[in-house]
Each structure stands twice: as structure tokens, then as C-alpha cells.
């Protein structure tokens, strides 16, 4: 990508980001709701330490840091790059303050500009990949805000909608149809010299048996099916591991759904609190959820294997975060009209869907040296694969070979799941 392209994609990507906070006030902002959550100041922070850090310290000799205290602040896991600021304890930092993080911002995105434009071509070769990957981490924290302060609202009492409420249709969802895939020897992995995190490659060889999946993810009608043939009591469908987390944590249903007066189920949303669509994709669900449902079908999760030969070759198009719904929709709102009976549908956007394999590295797969190394290779142990992006995910970050990761018990990730069975 030349310069000029550089540059508008870094300055969209970056207004992209504060765009999403423009409806939050300074003290949605600053709350960390459980550990796993970062408040939206930080992550407006920490994207900007990533260009700071890896590219303006390194590569701009005039550059001046903003504020040297950040580096402690905004390092969120880099052991390369110094100590750092506890995880749990980011929603403790009630400064710097909104503003300050906005002139931070600001700071960083014109030096970031003038090395664009004005940067030596030696110095603009080892900057390129390194801002395309600051750019590629900074959409993954655009989710991750979303995220996040769906969390936080969900722990206030008064339910705020992070967007106004829309208009919502009652959604009608089609019958299971399943995809049948021949098995024997396919590749996967990224193929390309277009961008990819390290963590999908090197492309692979690997066996498959022959085997079908399910033509859409699993709604909230079936899952309500699990619920009520109480499967979050039943321990046969469950996982130890699982089964000891549904009893220490008290869960009898996915994240964000209650159980109101009348016997139905209501859902937190970010668009705001209203009742269960039985169409629309089962969200919110941990991995061990998403096994014990398969289970209780009589079916199970697809391997990313699967997932990604199921994949190849459709169209990366969906209900990602620019359709503006931020939630999982029933209609497959990304596919061709005309679209195939024999293609598997909403593969991408809606929901993460969770796959049977452990996140492992690929065979002859090598972290690259230096701190960027700890990106991803650092993570490859007791994780599980997700693939497919969510309604939060930004259009255009998603790949087939995408590998997203969480640990088996997360469930503040747009996260649902797709069935899978043998032949
Ligand atoms: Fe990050």
C-alpha cells in the first residue's frame, strides 16, 4: 500500500474509533466492570501507546512522547516493552482524563501523519507493516469497546442504551438444513501476501473426514429448547471443567438474558432491554455453554478445520459493526439474493462462532522476534478457537483464516455457535 492510501486508511480507522465513543460520557468512560473489561479510555489510550511505542520511538527521531508515565499506564501485556499497570486495576485510573487521552490521541495521530508522508524510504519500509498491524489492532480494540461498555451498562441498574433503541421486527428463522463437505487432505492457513496475523499462518495440510454442518448458527429458540429440558442442570452435557464453572458461577442462561415475571426471557442489548428474539442467533455463550448445547442435540462444535474448509471461498460479507446494528440478526444481511441452497449461511458477521480446537500454533508456525512477537504466540494455551467475526467486528477485518481466542469460560465476547456433525 503506497502512502497516500497509508494515510487515509490510518486517519479513517482512527476517526473510526472515536466515533464510537462520541455517545459516551466521561464516566461511562472510565469504569472497568469486571476484570476482563477495560475502560473505553483506556482502550482510546492504548491504541494510541501501540503507534507510539512500536513505531514513533523507534523510527522518528524527532519525535517527542507525550507523557512518559503513559508507557506504564498503556502497556497492556508486552513484557518487552516494561512493567505495566495491573489489568484489574485500569478502571482505578480516573486520570489522565477523557480530554487528556483526546490530546494523546491527537498527539500521535499528526506524528503518525508527518512520518507517513515525510518519513526517509528506508524508514518507511520497516514503518509500513508496522502500521498496517497498529491499524489491524486498533479495529480489534473497536470490538473490544463494544465489548466492554456493553458490560459496564449492563451492571447499572437503569440499563442505558449505548444507541437508541431501533425499531426491532420480530424475525421469522428458517428450519436446520445442514452443507455436506467431502473429507481427505485440504489446506488451510493464510495463503497470501495481503495482511494476516502471524497466528494463521504458515498454510497447512490437514485430513479431514467427510462431515456436515449447519446451514445458519444456532437460534435463541433452539437454545431456549436447551434451557428448558434443563440442560444448565443436567451435568451428562457438560464438561468438568464447565459443569464446576455453570455451579460456582450460578448460570442458567446466556449472559445478558433474564428470566422476567411472566416465565420469558429478556435481553440486554445495546441498543437497550427488550424480550428474547427466538430468531435471531444465541449470543453471549461461553465454550462450554456452546459443547453442552451441542451435546444435548446429539451433535457437536465443528473443528476450525472444518469451519475454515466450510468457508473458503465465500464472500466476507455479513451483519458486521458497520451495519450499525450491533447485534445479531436472524436475516443473513450481507448475502446475495440469489444466494445457493448448498452454501452455509451468516459464516461471517452475527455471531463468533466457537469451534472445537484448542488455539495451538499452526505446524512450523514462529513468533517473530522482539516485542511485536508477543502479539499473539505468547496466548496459545488453554484458549479456544473462534471464527467468523460478530456484529461488533469491523467490516473488512475479517478473513476465512481468521483465528479469534478465548479462554473456554468467556462469555462477554459476541460469541454463539454453528453445529457439526460426522457423516
Ligand atoms: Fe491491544
Known sequence: MDRHSTLGRFETIRRDTEALTANLAPEDQSIQSMPDVSPTKWHLAHTTWFFETFILTRLDAEYRVFDPAFAYLFNSYYEAAGPRHPRPERGLLSRPTVDIVAAYRDHVGAAMSRLIEHAAESVWREAAPLIELGVQHEQQHQELILMDIKHVFSCNPLLPAYQAPQLHVQQTTTSLSWVEFAGGLHEIGHPGAEFAFDNETPRHKVWLEPFRLAARPVSCAE?????????YARPEFWLSDGWATVCEQGWEAPLYWRREADGEWS???????RHVDPAEPVCHVSFY???????WAGKRLPTESEWEIAAAGLPVSGNFADCGYFHPCAD???APPQRAASLPRQMFGDVWEWTASPYTPYPRFRAVGGAIGEYNGKFMCNQMVLRG???VTPAGHLRPTYRNFFPPSARWAFAGLRLAEDV
Not at 437454545?223 to 440442560?231: H, N, P, Q, S
Open 223 to 231: 437454545y431456549r429448547g436447551f434451557i428448558d429440558d434443563g440442560g
Open 389 to 391: 467475526g460478530a456484529a
Open 267 to 273: 435481553i440486554f442489548t445495546l441498543s437497550g432491554h
Open 332 to 334: 443473513d444481511l450481507g
Open 289 to 295: 455453554e456452546a459443547d453442552a448445547f451441542a451435546k
